[in-house]
Each structure stands twice: as C-alpha cells, then as structure tokens.
C-alpha cells in the first residue's frame, strides 16, 4: 500500500460543506452537490477536483447490503506474527490485500496480537474454509484470535470533520 502524505490540509468551511455533502451522499453529481453547499457548479467542481488532487478525497463508493447478499458472517480477527520484520510484515499485508474476503486491516499496538482484520463470509462453514486454507497458511503467522459481531451499532465510514479547523 503506498504511503500517503501526512501533511494536513487546512481547509474553509466551504470545503468542509463539499466533504460532508459527499461523504453522506457520494452519489452527488456536481450540479446536486453545488446547492447542496451553495455554490455555482464550476467552483464547486474545481473545489472537488482539488480536494482529490490533495489527496483529502480517496474514492468514491457504493455500499452494498451484506446481507441481502449472503454474506451474514463478521468476523474480526487478531492476528499475531512470529518475527517482527518489515519483511515479514510487508509479505502477509500483500497477501491479505490479495483477499476479497478482507474489508479491513489494521497494523496495530496493544494486543497481544500484530494485525486486526474485518472479515467477511456467508457462514461459519466459509470462515472455517477461509481460516484454515488462507490465513493461518500465510508465512509468519503464529496465532490467530477470531470474534464474531452479532450486531452491527455504528457503521459508517464517515469522519468527523468538526474536529478540523476552519479557513474562512
């Protein structure tokens, strides 16, 4: 995964406006997007487009319901390593990305555990399939601690901009 700046954009509250909008809708074709903040189309689309030359706007997807598609297993995992190497380290992040399975995957600190992964399945016959056949072949890996989520509380992908400070 490449890396990614870590320079902090200030932005104005118009801006802020533009990521709220889209991060509620990212639908929005830039006409809709333009009233919604209260802009006139051609700055609203400049805005747009520097917003995702700064890197502040990633992509822009669509959400699917897991459920309705089979997909009814959650699973979040800990994942601990036998050597601690950037080789190591770089070798099962390439594999795991290589996993459709995976939603998410997180180097972390804290747990008697390496990586943290969101995982999702249609049953607990495909996890048992995915863990042993994918995960626990992967080189390095040395435990592996799995929870299931029977509900999903909060479930959003969007950040809070009230903590940024506005321009303007």
């Not at 997807?61 to 036998?82: C, P």
């Not at 972390?108 to 990586?115: M, R």
């Amino acid at each position: 995964m490449p890396t990614r700046s870590r320079e902090v954009h200030k932005l104005d509250r118009t801006d802020r406006r533009i990521l709220e909008a889209l991060q509620s809708d990212g639908a929005l074709n830039n006409q809709q997007l333009a009233e919604a903040v209260g802009l006139s189309p051609s700055p609203c689309l400049r805005r747009v487009r520097a917003l995702e030359e700064a890197g502040i706007i990633l992509d822009r997807v669509t959400v699917l319901d897991h459920k309705k598609l089979g997909l009814s297993l959650t699973a979040i995992i800990l994942i601990g390593m036998d050597r601690h190497t950037p080789e190591r380290f770089e070798a099962f992040e390439q594999q795991v990305a290589d996993y459709p399975e995976v939603q998410e995957c997180y180097l972390i600190t804290g747990q008697d555990a390496d990586y943290m992964l969101k995982v999702v399945v249609p049953d607990m016959d495909h996890y048992h399939e995915f863990l042993l056949n994918q995960i626990t072949r992967i080189p390095g890996v040395s435990g592996v601690h799995s929870s299931f989520v029977l509900r999903r509380v909060i479930d959003s992908t969007a950040l809070p901009l009230k903590y940024l400070e506005a321009e303007g």
